[in-house]
């Protein structure tokens, strides 16, 4: 299977590139982003999700395609999709409501959380996959990612963590002086093995409503102050 992702000009979506050989199957869980198609009509399949799956993605359909064919899904303007190769022996784990696509070979297992992660990331139970293949995750921004180390914790913004592997030590907390800590979010502090996955969707939208407040302030001192149009840029 080749995924090819292509950034459109301006900032204003992605579009995912999917080209199938014969015998390989993806399993697509927003089918109605798939704008283009070329292959034999029966090579898309369409079936009721599970219950489980209908209650975490609040949806009813997803669509199997089997290859050899070509399909391509569109994003809007702040969602991104980071594609993650498995190998046998992964622990990492993701919520359900993140997941874009996955490949034939692969399996969900669910986890359920500890009663204090619960609380903090309002759903109950993380997936964790098994087997071989790839697995597409859908964001509100850039991702990134960050190695775990045992010893030397790393901060992660509660709103921003999405996957990270099930041997990992969870503590939640604030970090910094009393001024600090009284003025963030929450965060995970983190030790333990292997790769942790985070986006920068939900700090984001704080920027922004904190730039237009910011011109809003400027706006009104350009009308109020005599010269306030040449001073104030």
């Known amino acids: 299977m080749n995924i090819d992702i292509r950034e459109s000009g301006g900032g204003i979506g992605q579009a995912v590139d999917f080209s199938l050989n014969p015998g390989e199957t993806v399993h697509f869980l927003h089918p109605e982003q798939i ?5 034999p009509s029966d090579g898309r399949s369409d079936r009721l999700m599970n219950m489980k799956g209908m209650y975490r993605k609040k949806k009813l359909i997803q669509a199997d ?17 980071k ?7 992964s622990d ?15 399996e969900m297992q669910s986890r359920i959380l500890h009663i204090k992660n619960m609380l903090i990331t309002k759903d109950a139970v993380k997936m964790k996959f098994s087997g071989a293949g790839t697995v597409g995750l859908l964001t509100e ?11 030397e914790p790393l901060y992660v913004d509660a709103r921003s963590l999405f996957a990270y592997p099930e041997n990992a030590k969870l503590e939640l907390t604030v970090y910094g002086n009393t001024l600090a800590s009284q003025h963030m979010n929450y965060h995970w502090k983190m030790t333990g093995v292997g790769t942790v996955l985070f986006h920068a969707g939900p700090t984001a939208s704080r920027l922004r409503e904190e730039m237009d407040q910011d011109n809003l302030f400027k706006r009104i001192l350009r009308e109020i102050l005599p010269f306030g149009g040449v001073i104030i840029k």
């Open 65 to 81: 395609f089997c290859g050899p064919c070509e399909f391509t899904a569109a994003l809007p303007s702040g969602f991104a999709v």
């Open 92 to 106: 990492l784990l993701y919520d359900f409501r993140n997941i874009f696509f996955y490949s034939s070979g692969i």
């Open 35 to 39: 704008i283009t198609y070329r292959g």
């Open 83 to 89: 594609t993650v190769e498995l190998r046998e022996g």
């Open 141 to 151: 921004g850039a991702v990134y990612e960050a190695e775990l180390h045992p010893s």
